[in-house]
């Protein structure tokens, strides 16, 4: 079945460094990506996404890339500051029938280093 | 607007015990599902809903019902409660039912002793 493979599953990186996390699908129907942070305890909150007509979206620190050929697309963080610490999601959307379902990842444990 | 809203936080129940989980949303969103998730295994969708009266299931249904009577609550029923359902259950909720940010209520951590 379709699913989404997500690397690393940890990270540690110093402060001011950046932090690229990589995330590849399978289902060729995927046309909306969307990144979640998880702090410890806390909900799953949505910090950016894309949609397949665009190849890069960026938020201040942060950006996310799409490469629809290869099936692949990354969350980019700049600059990252201790209160980027927390677990990073990627997900992709089903194709057929269940368009409005999402894939997950199996997450991204991010620290960063003061 | 408070969002989507979960209740209880928190449960413990004893294998066979049934009950059911709580979600509300008070954004007028047609689309809701929850999802479970366990240490190293990320969100996985255990059923879903299109809209008020439309149900279906997702990646890991057994042993959970739903029912969509409103557009706002969308409750999640354990028929017997078994040790494998321990996890914490997330609801989510989004305005349209394709390719729309999805909004997460706090969880519902529930441990079946």
């Known amino acids: 079945g379709e699913n989404v493979e997500q690397h690393p599953s940890t990270l540690s990186v110093q402060e001011g460094d950046s932090a690229v996390i990589k995330c590849t699908y399978s289902?060729?129907?995927?046309?909306?990506f969307p990144w979640y942070k998880q702090e410890l305890g806390k909900r799953p909150q949505l910090i950016i996404d894309?949609?397949?007509?665009?190849g890069e979206k960026k938020d201040q620190r942060i950006a996310v890339t799409l490469n629809k050929t290869a099936k692949h697309f990354s969350l980019h963080i700049t600059e990252t500051q201790p209160e980027d610490s927390a677990v990073y999601f990627c997900?992709?959307?089903?194709?057929?029938?269940?368009?409005?379902?999402?894939?997950f990842g199996k997450g991204t444990k991010l620290s960063v280093k003061p | 607007n408070a969002g989507v809203t979960q209740t209880p936080k928190f449960q413990v129940l004893k294998t066979g015990q049934s009950m059911t989980l709580q979600c509300a949303q008070d954004?007028?969103?047609?689309?809701m599902s929850w999802y479970r998730q366990d240490p190293g295994m990320g969100l996985r969708l255990i059923h879903y809903?299109?809209?008020?009266?439309?149900?279906d299931q997702g990646e890991v249904p057994n042993g959970y019902n739903v029912s969509r009577s409103t557009t706002e609550d969308f409750p999640l029923r354990l028929l017997s409660a078994a040790p494998s359902q321990t996890s914490v259950y997330f609801c989510?909720?989004?305005?349209?039912?394709?390719?729309?940010?999805?909004?997460f209520g706090d969880g519902t951590r529930l441990s079946i002793l």
């Open positions: 989510a909720s989004s305005y349209g039912w394709w390719s729309q940010p999805q909004h």
């Open positions: 289902d060729s129907a995927s046309n909306y």
């Open positions: 894309i949609r397949s007509n665009v």
């Open positions: 997900a992709a959307s089903r194709g057929g029938g269940s368009q409005g379902n999402l894939i």
């Open positions: 954004m007028n969103h047609e689309y």
């Open positions: 809903s299109v809209g008020a009266g439309i149900t």
